[in-house]
């Protein structure tokens, strides 16, 4: 079992749309490289604003 980590520890990014910070969750870990929004509602926005 891999030891546990601060939240102040995890990896951050910045969302494209709300440019705010959001931190690592376990259901992107597969997938952090290619996650860009911090929320669905952001992804969406994004999408209707093009």
Known sequence: M???RKK???P???CMQCKR???WRKKW???WD???YC???CKTES???H
């Open 2 to 4: 891999p030891s546990m």
């Open 8 to 10: 102040s520890e995890l």
């Open 12 to 14: 951050t990014k910045l």
């Open 21 to 23: 910070p959001f931190t």
């Open 29 to 31: 870990a597969r997938c």
């Open 34 to 36: 290619e996650v860009q």
């Open 39 to 41: 929320s669905r509602r």
């Open 47 to 49: 999408r209707q604003s």
